[in-house]
């Protein structure tokens, strides 16, 4: 069973950044998909983006393009979500979950292990 902590959430004015980070433990990973979902009060899950744990493959939603990068470090087990150019509607709580090897990314229902959410509002 694999735990997932992330951390590096907060209060952030809109322009700035924030890293997020999603350090996994109980498992090696070889070519799972990484992925960081969030959701904001009322609204569904939503993808952010992902990562393939063994090519380092990424994927983003059109809304984060261009400001988020995801990143890995195979030697510490963890995944990285840096933010920059925040803007009000990224406020959310975000999630790190473990995903398919295999297929798009980006549906929510094929990751089965998730972590506790780390909440980020971002001021106007």
């Known amino acids: 069973q694999v735990q997932l902590v992330e951390s590096g959430g907060g209060l952030v004015q809109a322009g700035g950044s924030l890293r997020l980070s999603c350090a996994a433990s109980g498992r090696t990973f070889s070519s799972e998909t990484m992925g960081w979902f969030r959701q904001a009060p009322g609204k569904e899950r939503e993808f952010v983006a992902a990562?393939?744990?063994?090519?380092?493959?990424?994927y983003y939603s059109d809304s984060v393009k261009g400001r988020f990068t995801i990143s890995r470090d195979n030697g510490k087990n963890t995944a990285y979500l840096q933010m920059n150019s925040l803007k009000p509607e990224d406020t959310a709580v975000y999630y790190c979950?473990?995903?398919?090897?295999?297929?798009?990314?980006?549906?929510?229902?094929?990751?089965?292990?998730w972590g506790q959410g780390t909440q980020v509002t971002v001021s106007s």
């Open positions: 979950a473990v995903g398919p090897r295999y297929g798009p990314p980006w549906y929510s229902e094929d990751y089965d292990s």
């Open positions: 990562i393939r744990w063994n090519f380092g493959n990424t």
